[in-house]
């Protein structure tokens, strides 16, 4: 039997149907006729409507354009009307307010300070109080101190402003990295109606203007990424710029700012890879690329986060609190600092009387008195402590350690201190040699006590010690504030130092002082001379001496770190630890007084942050089911791809975000708090918003039509949107009902 004539396609198909591979998406089905049967051709075959594949719901960048802008508006307003919303209450002073409040107004007063922090935060502060009308006379005593009459409205409102301002910069960076208007809005609600989020944008704090600038280098650096397919344009250059100037600002706030640098130095090591890798861009192209990143993200950054140090120092220019944290060549610059505008002898000669300072952080002067240390303690010899204030028994005189040679007689001659010379210091006020042997310390184990001894300046072998210099040869003079010195025992080798630890009444609490012998150079072994007085010798200005901007900035970092290292908990406070941070396990009293009939507690939405949690795991299961559909050759639908390319590289760098700005804290020996957890959950809420849009998109696209899929993926969406605004809402009911209760009662 004949096979049939082979039927062709019609001339003129039907409008928006095209010729595909059998079963793709708008092909057209032939039907054949069976073969064998001899019938008649019967025309042209009747054509059938393909079954469509599921489609999953439209994407939001299909979105009406005017819905943005719409979306946008209302999650500005939000933010700002939970933000400001009783603003002024509590009346008093709350949590770190203490703290920050006060050294806002010390800016307003040009009074130098101390803090752990880098200048920035508490530089805006104190700007925002003296636009605000705040004089800066309020002490911040304690938490629960009431404002009174006081302006402090104005600080509260800066750092409300920026808080709200988190809302909308974590809504575009999500709306960027996921073209999706419904993830930009649920990672925005989740904010808004977050408890914790809105209390600690309250108060006068560094955390909502840290979370300010890390969300402005996270959005300029994801804005920056979308403008890749046209580079050095103006705005791939803005959003370039924009990221450093960010960068600057996250790390003039807190060291943590740190860890957004490392979020942005990898994505655009990852960027630099690629490019590399594309054998169509010259290498000169490549160079071009290279050498704007470091003018953006190095450069640009590093001058304007030294530019903050400028203006910190060249306000705060009179004495304060801060002083003692800093050498005494800093100390001579400072307006009423007993070094500011003095004169003294240069270069160190025996006979001259001076006063030693220890290095280490808030380190105080070498000192003695008449005390002995008590039975059981070391040898029963005159005690020797670091001292942190001026004191008439901070003097000693610097003697040849084999000579008793009146060096104040003016017909001896003049002999220089050098490095290496081996001395004695005699105590001025109860003619007793610095003294050590190899009897234990008072607090430290294993460390040698240091007494002073002798009579009228005659004591033993044990009084001899050997000046050196820090980077220093032999032979060269000995300079008063800038000379760092280290004094090693003769008799034992140990080197002088202070422990920092404080000794008991005893010892009138002050700072133990010991001779240890591990030769470990750090700032505790390590002395200045400050005072020094000598006749014979010309005195010159202070301000001869006085350290370069580069000294003062390297000086500055070395003691912000140590205080960050040496952070404790105060007493009766609560701290945490970072696996508490994520279930909201516990928070932070801020209104910390009894007394007071308004107080505040720091906790989270339970809802918004256990959601969180469990999309992170949720997101892990996601990604790696992806990857392993991609690896076996799964083919995706065009839809699908998308939600895969949304999930892998923009809730990638969302992931990366959460670790590098949590991870880290389980390896800090310092003390912790809950607020330290936020920046990391402003990254697992947006995670949270990917994460969920993607799979009720995902499993929407199962139903059909399309109309229902919709239905579905729009009831998901609400659904987790009442179930975090139910929470926010049951919660202020209840403050309500309880303060009508309050009134009712009062």
């Not at 928070?587 to 505040?600: A, I, K, P, Q």
């Not at 720091?602 to 992806?626: F, R």
């Amino acid at each position: 039997m004949r096979a049939p004539r082979p039927v062709r396609p019609p001339r003129t198909p039907y409008p928006g149907l095209r010729s595909s591979r059998p079963g793709a998406a708008g092909s057209t089905a032939l039907r054949m006729p069976a073969a064998g049967r001899g019938q008649a051709d019967p025309g042209p075959p009747r054509q059938r409507e393909p079954r469509q594949p599921r489609r999953l719901p439209p994407h939001s960048a299909a979105s009406p354009a005017a819905a943005r802008p719409a979306a946008l508006a209302l999650v500005i307003l939000l933010s700002f009307a939970s933000r400001f919303h009783r603003l002024a209450e509590p009346p008093h002073v709350c949590w770190d307010e203490t703290h920050f409040g006060k050294m806002g107004s010390y800016y307003i007063n040009r009074t130098f300070f101390f803090d752990v922090h880098p200048p920035l935060g508490k530089m805006l502060i104190g700007l925002a109080g003296y636009l605000s009308g705040y004089d800066g006379t309020f002490p911040f005593q304690k938490p629960g101190d009431r404002y009174e009459q006081h302006n402090y409205v104005g600080m509260r409102g800066f750092c409300a402003f920026l808080g709200s301002c988190l809302v909308p910069l974590v809504y575009l960076t999500v709306l960027e990295l996921s073209k999706s208007l419904p993830a930009a809005l649920l990672t925005a609600f989740l904010l808004i109606f977050d408890t914790g989020c809105i209390t600690l944008s309250q108060y006068i704090l560094l955390d909502p203007i840290l979370m300010f600038f890390l969300m402005g280098a996270v959005l300029s650096m994801v804005k920056c990424n979308s403008c890749a397919d046209r580079p050095f344009s103006a705005s791939w250059w803005f959003w370039m710029s924009l990221t450093g100037v960010s960068l600057a600002g996250a790390m003039g706030v807190k060291f943590v700012g740190l860890f957004v640098v490392l979020l942005v130095g990898l994505n655009t090591m990852h960027d630099l890879w690629d490019l590399l890798g594309n054998l169509s861009l010259s290498l000169v192209m490549f160079g071009k690329h290279l050498l704007a990143r470091v003018l953006c993200l190095i450069l640009l950054p590093v001058a304007l986060y030294t530019a903050v140090f400028a203006v910190h120092f060249t306000v705060l220019n009179k004495s304060g609190p801060g002083d003692g944290f800093f050498s005494s060549a800093f100390q001579s610059q400072l307006i009423g600092n007993n070094l500011h505008n003095i004169s003294v002898p240069e270069h160190l000669a025996y006979g001259s009387v001076v006063t030693m300072k220890n290095l280490r952080m808030a380190g105080g002067y070498l000192h003695s008195h008449w005390h002995l240390y008590p039975e059981g303690v070391g040898a029963r010899q005159q005690q020797v402590t670091a001292y942190l204030h001026k004191d008439l028994n901070n003097f000693w005189i610097i003697k040849k350690h084999d000579s008793d040679t009146d060096l104040s007689d003016p017909s001896i001659p003049v002999e220089f201190l050098r490095h290496g010379d081996i001395i004695r210091l005699e105590h001025k006020e109860t003619s007793r040699n610095l003294h050590s042997h190899q009897h234990e310390a008072p607090l430290t184990r294993k460390h040698f006590q240091v007494t002073a001894y002798g009579i009228n300046g005659t004591g033993d072998s044990n009084d001899f010690w050997r000046i050196e210099v820090v980077g220093r040869k032999a032979e060269k003079l000995i300079r008063v504030l800038r000379s760092q010195v280290r004094l090693t025992h003769v008799a034992t080798g140990c080197i002088l130092g202070s422990s920092g630890k404080i000794l008991p009444k005893w010892g009138w609490e002050q700072l133990e002082v010991t001779c240890t012998p591990y030769l470990k150079e750090t700032p505790n072994s390590l002395w200045n001379f400050e005072d020094h007085i000598n006749p014979k010798l010309p005195n010159i200005s202070l301000d001869v001496l006085k350290p370069s901007f580069a000294e003062i900035l390297l000086e500055s970092h070395m003691v912000m770190i140590q205080g960050n290292t040496a952070l404790k908990p105060k007493d009766n406070e609560v701290t945490s630890k970072p696996w508490h941070w994520p279930i909201n396990y516990q928070g932070l009293r801020f209104s910390g007084v009894n007394e007071t009939d308004y107080r505040v507690y720091l906790l989270g939405n339970p809802v918004i942050w256990w959601l969180n949690l469990i999309t992170i795991g949720l997101y892990l299961l996601i990604t790696v089911s992806t990857a392993v559909a991609l690896k076996r050759g799964v083919q995706l639908t065009s839809e699908l791809k998308e939600l895969s390319r949304v999930v892998l590289r923009g809730g990638g760098q969302i992931m990366l975000g959460w670790l590098l700005h949590y991870l880290p804290f389980f390896m800090m020996g310092r003390v912790l708090y809950f607020h330290h957890y936020f920046p990391a959950m402003l990254f697992s809420s947006m995670l949270t918003g990917i994460t969920w849009d993607t799979l009720l998109k995902f499993f929407a696209g199962f139903w059909t039509p399309s109309t229902t899929a919709r239905k579905v993926y729009g009831a998901g969406f609400l659904a987790l949107v009442l179930l975090i605004i139910y929470r926010k809402c049951s919660h202020c009911m209840s403050h309500w009902f309880t303060e009508v209760m309050y009134m009712q009662e009062g």
